[in-house]
């Protein structure tokens, strides 16, 4: 039995570019509708940083999957904690809370099935059990994003 080992991600000219044809599309507003621009502020310069992501919906829940890994997106997440999404003219504050394990495994079973471009990153497969991609949660961080209060709380 041949053992299959998921794929590292690799940055490479065509996903550069790649990765900028679909910035624009979503800017625009005319990409898939589960496409926006997060924007996030750098853990180190302080600087944002813009890059194209599915919203993945599941459960009533939006959700960010980091489906190739802990990226410098990631990192910055875990800083941060919040972000801004955008798709065409409409933009809105955001908060990252990344989930354990147990609650991004369903996520990422679905996420998988909606994305195939990505399954060659994961170790579990579709059809596998949800355990598998509990397993896989270390190496796909999962977000929970819900929106940001931008008027304050009560007694703000």
Not at 107 to 117: F, G, I, N, Q, T
């Amino acid at each position: 039995m041949i053992d299959l080992v998921a794929k590292t991600y690799r940055q490479h000219l065509v996903r550069r570019v790649g990765n900028v044809v679909i910035s624009r599309a979503v800017a625009l507003g005319i990409a898939p509708s589960y496409y926006v621009l997060l924007t996030i502020r750098g853990r180190r310069s302080g600087a944002e940083r813009t890059i194209p992501i599915r919203l993945m919906s599941h459960d009533g829940q939006e959700w960010l999957v980091a489906p190739y890994g802990v990226r410098d997106w990631v990192h910055n997440a875990r800083a941060a904690g919040s972000a801004v999404l955008r798709r065409g003219r409409r933009s809105r504050q955001v908060v990252l809370n990344e989930v354990s394990a147990a609650v991004a495994a369903p996520v990422l079973a679905a996420y998988v099935r909606k994305e195939p471009v990505t399954r060659p990153f994961f170790d579990a497969r579709v059809g596998d059990p949800v355990s598998a991609f509990e397993a896989e949660a270390g190496r796909h961080p999962v977000f929970a994003v819900t929106n940001a209060q931008v008027n304050g709380g009560p007694g703000a």
